[in-house]
């Protein structure tokens, strides 16, 4: 499976840190896979994406990535059950009422592959 650049972004004391998503694959290769129940995911009743002020294009953006993802992979969670990567499969699985995902979830986290940086800055290049 051939993904795309993204990243999984969250704000700590040194800033905005980043994970690249292709390494947060490859590192939770080896995981147990685990079912969960997508509506019992915390970040639904975010801003999980941060887009400031959602727009009906941003959302039409995300609309067509949650048509498209595929509910074979598992998410990825960090230690303390947050999503790193999974978001558009959760809120496919939300809203076709489907009861239990895959999730893989790390025990400790990995350290980000960038600290204190911009995501404009970031390569999303292959």
């Not at 915390?42 to 953006?61: Q, R, V």
């Not at 074979?72 to 009422?97: Q, S």
């Not at 400790?108 to 940086?117: M, T």
Request: hydrophobic content about 40%.
């Amino acid at each position: 499976m051939a993904v795309r650049p993204q990243y999984h972004f969250r704000r700590t004391a040194s800033g905005l840190n980043a994970w690249d998503v292709r390494r947060l694959i490859e590192l939770s290769a080896h995981l147990p896979v685990i079912e969960i129940d997508p509506t019992t995911i915390k970040e639904l009743d975010e801003n999980h994406w941060g887009d400031a002020t959602p727009t009906p294009m941003s959302i039409i953006k995300h609309m067509k990535l949650i048509e498209s993802a595929d509910l074979g992979y598992p998410i990825i969670l960090d230690a303390n059950g947050r999503v790193m990567d999974g978001m558009h499969r959760i809120c496919k699985a939300v809203l076709a009422d489907i009861p239990v995902i895959k999730a893989v979830q790390f025990v400790r986290d990995p350290e980000p592959d960038y600290v204190d940086c911009h995501p404009d800055e970031l390569p999303y290049d292959s």
